[in-house]
C-alpha cells in the first residue's frame, strides 16, 4: 500500500528553527509537495520538489532524497504565525496526491 | 488572477437530510476540479475529481455524488446523509496537464451530522 509518515505534533519557541520530516512509501514517485493549514482554513502550498536536493525559500526550506523515501521541512526564525499543521503529499506514478495526517506544529514564546 | 470559492462555509444537518456543496473557480478554463474530505488527524481523503464537463471520477464508495455541469462549476451532493459524513470538505483546483502543479484551495465547508 501507499503510506506517508510524518510525526504527529512538534514543540519549537519562537525565533528558533524547527525541521519536520516526511517518509513516504509509494507506487512511483512524481514530486513531493508541503502545504501549510491553519486551524479551520484550508490549505495553502509552500515548496515543490521532485529532484533530489534543497529548495530554499525565504524562512521555509524543503530538502528531497528519492533513494531513502524521505523528505524535511525546514522552518527558521520561527514566529508565532507558523503554528500550523504541515502536510507532506506525494504525486504517485497515476499523478494522484497521497497525503499525510499532518504535523502540528506548536510555537511557543 | 485565478481565484476559487466555495460555499456554505458551516452546515449542520440531521441524519438522513440531502446536501449540496458548491464551488466555482475564476480566472482560468478546464481547470481539474477536486473535492476532497479532511478528517481530524488523517490526511486528505480525495472523493471526485474531474478533467472536464461531466467527466467525473470516484475514488471511495459512498452516499456522495459529485457533478460538474459548468467548466468552472464543482458540486458535491447526498441524497441522505449519514454521521459518518461529517467532516471538513475542501475544493480545489489545478492547472490541467501540468504534472509539478499544486492544488489550489476554496475556503473549506465544514459540515456537521447529527
Known amino acids: 500500500g501507499q503510506n506517508i509518515d510524518q510525526p504527529t505534533e512538534m514543540t519549537a519557541t519562537e525565533g528558533a528553527i524547527v525541521q519536520i520530516n516526511c517518509t513516504y512509501q509509494?507506487?512511483?514517485?512524481?514530486?513531493l509537495f508541503w502545504y501549510q493549514q491553519h486551524a479551520g482554513e484550508a490549505p495553502t502550498f509552500l515548496s515543490y520538489n521532485v529532484l533530489d536536493g534543497l529548495e530554499e525559500k525565504g524562512r521555509f526550506s524543503s530538502f528531497l532524497s528519492r533513494s531513502k523515501g524521505y523528505s524535511y521541512l525546514l522552518l527558521k526564525e520561527l514566529q508565532m504565525k507558523d503554528s500550523a499543521s504541515y502536510l507532506c503529499?506525494?504525486?504517485?506514478?497515476?499523478?494522484?496526491?497521497?497525503w499525510g495526517a499532518g504535523t502540528k506544529l506548536i510555537i511557543k514564546p | 488572477s485565478q481565484t476559487i470559492h466555495q460555499w456554505p462555509a458551516t452546515l449542520v444537518q440531521p441524519v438522513g437530510s440531502p446536501l449540496s456543496l458548491e464551488c466555482t473557480v475564476e480566472?482560468?478554463?478546464?481547470?481539474?476540479l477536486y473535492w476532497y474530505r479532511q478528517a481530524a488527524g488523517r490526511g486528505l481523503q480525495l472523493l471526485f475529481y474531474s478533467v472536464g464537463i461531466g467527466q467525473i471520477s470516484s475514488e471511495v464508495p459512498q452516499n456522495l455524488s459529485a457533478s460538474r455541469p459548468q467548466d468552472r462549476q464543482f458540486i458535491l451532493s447526498s441524497k441522505k446523509l449519514l454521521l459518518s459524513d461529517s467532516g471538513f470538505y475542501l475544493c480545489?483546483?489545478?492547472?490541467?496537464?501540468?504534472?509539478?502543479?499544486?492544488?489550489?484551495f476554496g475556503e473549506g465547508s465544514r459540515l456537521t451530522v447529527l
Open positions: 480545489a483546483w489545478s492547472v490541467p496537464g501540468l504534472a509539478a502543479g499544486e492544488l489550489f
Open positions: 503529499a506525494v504525486k504517485d506514478s497515476n499523478y494522484q496526491l497521497i
Open positions: 509509494t507506487s512511483g514517485f512524481n514530486g
Open positions: 480566472g482560468t478554463s478546464n481547470p481539474n
